[in-house]
């Protein structure tokens, strides 16, 4: 099939998740004409399908957690000008052990001075502000104020329209791209031509460059969540919340002298939860629902059947951690990101005119906007 219009490109994206909408965002703002190709009729992968937390506390310092500042500042303008639902309501990483207090103490010795926004919390002060987590008996918890929560379909939506708007991108949905040797773009739509290509397909590995993707030693990583139903109006959960089951992966906590023995007791008593890679959050919408998860599957191909046990695990996790007045769960999902053992992103040279461009590891919500900057920075 033809292109009746004989559309070409500077630059065609695939993928419409939050990875090629920053790249997008990257390269329309340097004036080039770029079009982006979604196979679905809008993008339903992870990008659509998680948390939606902005989150640097959780990156590596360097690089990575710099490159988490700078896409919050993409994020700030597009709150304003794209018109993108947020609520800075920040982080409470909960202590409800010595050992993980501890650890908290030890990091807020120094975090000031590293760049981190945040307070040490007494247990007084973290049932105060955050009720929901009386039950758990905390002895204190970490308020870091750099995390915000969007709503993930909503931020997609509202930023592809913005792109279409201020910046001429040209959207294909619902258009598989089955070819990617620029200058010729073949999609079940017609034909193409562009300049460069970047392959931005999230755990799609097979389609485009499979050779690459399986020389680079990348893999997938399945996830679960759940939603409650909306809380009773008024009750609020007052920020997002973990505890040390998830916050013992951040680096930046890992390098703390107080670390091991707060990690030899979660392998100790959590095995179970610790052999299927879930870690607990709760986040609420604007909806009042509270967004709860998650679990790790890596594996090339992950099962396609959700495991109802793995779910029970995180909801019996989180009952133990805050007292929600309506726990009941309401609706239930799975996604699949790209993850890779060694790679915090997956930028590679398909061809001379192809790039592949992938963000590893969940965090495409929080570093893309500055992984983008790079790559087009470097392109271009």
């Known amino acids: ?31 080039l004409g770029v079009a982006v190709f979604e196979r679905h009729p809008k993008p339903c992968g992870a990008s659509a399908r998680n948390f939606g937390m902005l989150w640097p506390i959780g990156q590596p310092p360097g690089k990575i957690r710099e490159r988490a500042l700078c896409s919050m500042k993409t994020w700030q303008q597009l709150f304003t000008e794209a018109g993108v639902w947020n609520d800075p309501c920040g982080s409470l990483l909960l202590a409800r052990h010595p050992d993980e207090l501890a650890v908290l103490e030890e990091f807020f010795t120094t975090a000031g001075e590293r760049g981190y926004d945040c307070d040490l919390l007494s247990p007084q002060e973290v049932t105060t502000s955050f009720p929901a987590t009386r039950s758990a008996a905390p002895l204190g918890g970490l308020l870091s104020r750099q995390e915000t929560l969007v709503e993930p379909e909503q931020a ?10 201020s910046f001429a991108v040209e959207f294909y949905f619902d258009t598989e791209v089955l070819t990617a040797d620029a200058p010729l773009v073949e999609t079940s739509r017609g034909r193409f031509t562009a300049d460069r290509v970047l392959v931005c397909s999230g755990a799609d590995f097979e389609t485009l460059f499979p050779d690459v993707f399986k020389e680079s030693g990348i893999i997938r990583c399945k996830l679960q969540m759940m939603q409650t139903s909306p809380q009773p109006p008024g009750w609020k959960l007052g920020a997002m919340i973990t505890d040390s089951l ?7 906590l890992q390098k703390c002298e107080s670390y091991s023995p707060m990690q030899e007791r979660i392998l100790r008593n959590h095995e179970d939860l610790d052999r299927l890679g879930i870690t607990v959050f709760a986040a609420q919408n604007s909806k009042g629902e509270i967004i ?15 495991d109802p046990g793995i779910d ?53 919500m929080t570093t893309a906007f500055g992984l983008a900057q790079e790559v087009v920075e470097d392109w271009y």
């Open 156 to 165: 997609l939506a509202r930023i592809t329209s913005f792109l279409e708007e």
């Open 312 to 364: 029970g695990k995180i909801s019996e996790y989180l009952h133990a951690m805050l007292e929600i007045p309506r726990p009941e769960i309401s609706t239930r999902w799975s996604a699949v990101y790209p993850a890779h053992p060694h790679r915090s992103e997956l930028v590679e040279d398909a061809t001379d005119s192809a790039r592949i461009a992938l963000v590893c590891g969940g965090n495409g």
């Open 246 to 252: 998830a916050f013992r992966s951040y680096p930046v």
């Open 1 to 31: 099939m033809s292109n009746p219009n004989n559309k070409h490109y500077d630059l065609v994206i695939v993928g419409g998740g939050i990875v090629g909408l920053a790249h997008a965002l990257a390269a329309a703002s340097r004036g």
């Open 292 to 306: 709860a998860g998650d679990s790790h599957h890596y594996a090339a191909n992950p099962p396609l059947e959700d």
